[in-house]
């Protein structure tokens, strides 16, 4: 029977085949405190390990016979709006219930609330695979690490009364975009008053664009301060759909993620709950927020595109021309090769930002409990900067890949590509929105740049090169090497221009430079250890990016302040 | 009001993704190559006996298989779902029954486990063999009511001291309801409910449960790894019940309580004999649809 996990064996390696996993979960079992007290829970490192596989194989079970099965006809139906309440698509409500019942909720959060207290790690394969049979179901689904914020954010009595809601299966949202904030959150304008009264807080307003937005458990970003308009006046607040206030004006139509509800949300003097301290709404928790959303759409873009590589390759051996299967030509093979190196360079890139989120957020929530010794602050400093710099990477390569995946997915189906009888149109479409919410691709650059001028991604591949790897790769290495220098020149390049409009008109071109000598090595890694997996990818990977890295080079080259001029467009 | 129930579940080889080697050249299943899975029609019977769990609180689910030591997965994958725990009936006395031995052995293993059981639930039939005759034989058996081709329990109730069960079963043309008082024998179609997933806190907790006959031989559960839990959760040691467990008479066990003899197995191919090539011609096309017509194929 398929199953989307273990029939892919590149997850799994990624799961494996890191140092970083023993540390992983001896940090988030705690040293396996919880062996006692729940039946469920790891005895050991290779207890959690087999937990870990057995816990994605149910979901790849549940992918491969549920979830895919129904994709099509859940992109056909779509939700529906009926006096202000959302249904989802019929098959939709299969997709949940099955879920529901195999426990994947709350997937991250402690026993002591109902949770699996799983790694990012684990649950951000979980995302993927989900995501490669319906990306428009794993939206849904995967709001629930909003939860997370909550956790981190929330005081006692708000994690007990909800956590063990999402775990049991309730959905999330996260309400921030409003028709004049969409990149701009500090435009929020969403009024939160206290009401003296009930001693609660009221919401009133509208919201647009909430994915999932007549979820159970809503976060919403609101502005408690009267007379501000900054990012400082905003807090978050949760609220309780059972407690009411809140309609749906409108499912917006869009281009693709069909199954997953886009709402228009209007509060109507909506009761809620604050969530943390006033004021720290988007500097704090919305940005703690984002990141989990950026990793969660990091995981979406890998599953679509697998999903594009699976279509792709079936089809190729399949379809017949000039009497041989067209996967036999190599202009067809070649457009194959590259959406398996983007997808293998994109996975790698995605896992190991997965493990520096769960290594540092470990850290975190051990800190909440008791103070950390002087080298566990040091690694959760370390490991927190990691996750900084490397999810704007993932998010924004990714979803660009899983875009270039979706359309060379359609090409290799030629006439047939472009009917709607195939999945890849399904693929292509909702793969266009990854590189756009949860923060632009060139938002994901914003929040990147500075660890290309301040040197620390220069620091990270300068680690990486000291790793060791295969001797078969030495050329390869040195291809790599040569790319990082090219890199390195080119930030110097910028730096010593200091121009600010130059700086932000280059930061896209040095931002994709390191990605993609950051991807070399993760490849470079996994091929040394696993060849028969990686190393096609890796070869064809390193002739890509460096292809890359050579055009935006040239462009950097070309772009100097005399050229500033050209780019602008009035 | 809480029910006992037993599903009765076997593990079977996977007919439904033959391959080339599915078969061996002398006609018989090389078991190698097809994997052994759950019989899907008892994974429907498994569902509809986890929503009376899911209804009335307190009801229990036993599952009972027959089969060699690797048998004991389909107990584990039961749990996974939802089941309480389970018996793997095994012993060489077993081997080589039909269906009337296997019926008899389930019957006296059910009479032993669980003697005040209120509904026996399996599939149809499993996928190795089609008979669709132990679930009856069992009713039989034990003197109990049977439902066949059940598509859905519809209710449980218990009215003056007397549950009774009410099912729709699958008729030729249509859907028939029934009502029987419990005790009572299901079996179930592969058109009802399909099973839940298995459920990943009851994978952690059950994955290491083993019966007996699956450690090597001259191994105790002390010697396995992670002994200490074995002591800890006697729910990870599976039931295990031999010939002599329940009592069994040998002389309907097995080979010898079988009167199914197979006299001979026949590979047969299918090959074309009328046959009949069609050019894509108006009047080839039109002499096939009246030919259709007259032997009232179409119309």
Redesign the interface.
């Known amino acids: 029977?398929a199953n989307y996990y273990n029939d892919i064996k590149e997850i799994k390696f990624e799961l494996e085949n890191s140092p970083l996993m023993e540390r992983i979960v001896e940090l988030k079992e705690r040293s396996f405190e919880d062996k006692d007290q729940y039946?469920?829970?790891?005895?050991d490192f290779a207890?959690a390990m087999?937990?870990y596989d057995?816990?994605l194989d149910?979901v790849g079970?549940?992918t491969a016979n549920?979830v895919a099965p129904n994709a099509e006809d859940v992109d056909a139906e779509g939700p529906h709006l009926e006096k202000g309440r959302v249904s989802y698509a019929s098959k939709t409500y299969e997709n949940l219930n099955?879920m529901r019942?195999?426990?994947?909720n709350g997937m991250t959060m402690p026993r002591r609330y109902g949770g699996?207290n799983l790694p990012v790690t684990v649950y951000t394969a979980a995302n993927e695979i989900v995501s490669t049979g319906d990306a428009g179901f794993e939206n849904i689904w995967s709001l629930q690490d909003c939860i997370e914020t909550l956790y981190c954010f929330g005081n006692e009595e708000q994690r007990q009364k909800y956590i063990p809601r999402v775990c049991a299966g309730e959905t999330m949202s996260m309400d921030l975009t409003e028709p004049d904030a969409g990149s701009d959150l500090q435009s929020v304008m969403l009024k939160a008053t206290f009401d003296e009264e009930n001693n609660c807080w009221r919401l009133n307003g509208a919201k647009r664009f909430i994915t999932n937005g007549d979820s159970d458990i809503h976060l919403v970003l609101a502005r408690s301060e009267a007379g501000t308009r900054d990012g400082r006046g905003l807090s978050m607040f949760i609220y309780d759909k059972r407690d009411g206030g809140v309609d749906v004006r409108r499912i917006e139509n869009k281009l693709g993620i069909h199954g997953s509800p886009t709402c228009e949300l209007v509060y109507k003097n909506a009761k809620c709950e604050l969530c943390g301290d006033r004021k720290l709404g988007l500097i704090k928790y919305v940005m703690s927020l984002m990141n989990g959303a950026r990793l969660g759409i990091a995981a979406q873009s890998v599953g679509l595109s697998q999903a594009a590589y699976n279509e792709a390759i079936a089809y190729a051996r399949d379809r017949k021309q000039f009497g041989k299967a067209i996967i036999e030509f190599p202009a067809v093979a070649e457009m194959i090769s590259n959406i398996k190196a983007r997808l293998d360079a994109g996975r790698a890139l995605l896992y190991q930002t997965a493990r520096y989120v769960d290594i540092y957020k470990a850290l975190e929530d051990i800190s909440r409990d008791r103070k950390l010794e002087p080298e566990e602050r040091a690694e959760l400093k370390q490991y927190s900067r990691l996750a900084d710099a490397f999810t704007p990477l993932a998010k924004g390569m990714n979803s660009e890949y899983a875009n270039q995946n979706g359309y060379d997915c359609i090409q290799v189906h030629g006439g047939s590509g472009f009917m709607l009888e195939y999945a890849c149109q399904r693929i292509y479409r909702d793969a266009r929105i990854t590189s756009i919410y949860e923060g632009t691709t060139q938002l994901q650059t914003v929040a990147a740049i500075r660890y290309v001028t301040n040197g620390f991604y220069s620091q990270v591949i300068a680690d990486y090169e000291q790793l060791p790897y295969a001797p078969e790769y030495e050329t390869v290495m040195a291809r790599i090497k040569a790319m990082a220098e090219k890199f390195n020149a080119c930030t110097t390049a910028v730096k010593e221009a200091e121009n600010q409009d130059l700086h932000d008109l280059c930061a896209r071109h040095l931002y994709e430079m390191a990605a993609d000598v950051i991807m070399c090595h993760l490849l470079l890694q996994n091929a040394s250890k696993a060849p028969e997996l990686f190393g096609k990818s890796l070869q064809v990977y390193v002739n890509l990016a460096e292809a890359e890295v050579e055009k935006h080079a040239s462009l950097l080259s070309k772009m100097n302040v005399e050229q500033l001029e050209n780019y602008r467009q009035q | 009001m809480s029910l006992k129930i037993v599903v009765l579940a076997k593990q079977v080889p996977d007919t439904r993704?033959v391959g080339p080697d599915a078969m061996t050249p002398e006609g018989t299943i090389n078991r190698s190559a097809l994997p052994a899975i759950f019989n899907p029609e008892d994974l429907n019977a498994l569902e509809q006996a986890l929503r009376l769990k899911d209804q009335f609180p307190g009801t229990t689910v036993t599952v009972i298989t027959m089969g060699p030591g690797r048998a004991a997965e389909v107990i584990r994958e039961a749990m996974y779902r939802g089941a309480d725990g389970g018996y793997l009936l095994t012993d060489r006395a077993f081997a080589g029954a039909d269906t009337l031995a296997t019926s008899y052995a389930l019957a006296t293993a059910i009479k032993h486990v669980c003697p005040d059981v209120d509904l026996i639930i399996g599939g149809r039939q499993a996928i190795d063999g089609d008979t669709a005759q132990v679930g009856p034989q069992v009713a039989e058996k034990l003197g109990l009511n049977q439902i066949t081709y059940v598509e859905g329990v519809k209710e449980v109730k218990e009215v003056k001291g007397v549950k009774e069960v009410i099912a729709t079963r699958h008729i030729d043309g249509g859907v028939e309801t029934v009502e029987s008082p419990l005790p009572c024998v299901l079996t179930v179609n592969g058109s009802a409910a399909p099973c839940?997933?298995?459920?990943?806190?009851?994978?952690?907790?059950y994955?290491r449960c083993l019966a007996p006959m699956e450690l090597a031989p001259d191994t105790t559960f002390a010697e396995l790894p992670?002994a200490e839990?074995y002591e800890k959760?006697p729910y990870l040691k599976l039931g295990q019940l031999t010939c002599a467990d329940v009592n069994a008479d040998l002389q309907q066990c097995g080979l010898a309580g079988s009167p199914t003899k197979v006299k001979n197995v026949e590979n047969i191919v299918f090959k074309a004999k009328e046959s009949k090539v069609l050019s894509g011609s108006d009047e080839d096309v039109n002499g096939l649809i009246k030919e259709l017509l007259n032997d009232r194929l179409i119309g």
């Not at chain 1, 039946?39 to 005895?43: I, L, T, V």
């Not at chain 2, 839940?196 to 994978?203: A, Q």
């Open positions: 029977m039946d469920e829970a790891p005895q207890d087999d937990s057995k816990v149910i079970d549940i549920v099955a019942s195999a426990g994947m699996l | 993704n839940r997933p298995r459920n990943v806190k009851r994978v952690m907790k994955k992670y839990q959760k």
